[in-house]
């Protein structure tokens, strides 16, 4: 009875552990999709700086931007 009861309890114990790697794994993907998301934002940002150098620097020399 009693070894029955342990196996039971170490059954649950490794489903727990095994849903908590799937959270573990799962807080990485949402950590991994924030950088990425940061990143594009720098870059989006970058672009439009450029964007805007460009459009300066053709002002400057009279051309239509």
Not at 7 to 19: N, T
Not at 45 to 58: E, N, Y
């Amino acid at each position: 009875m009693f070894e029955l009861f342990s196996v039971g309890l170490e059954m649950q114990k490794r489903m727990i552990d095994a849903q908590m790697q799937g959270v573990e794994v799962a807080r990485d993907m949402v950590e991994a999709a924030q950088k990425q998301v940061r990143t594009n934002l720098a870059a989006h940002d970058a672009g439009q700086a450029g964007m805007k150098a460009v459009k300066s620097w053709m002002n400057l020399w009279g051309m239509r931007a």
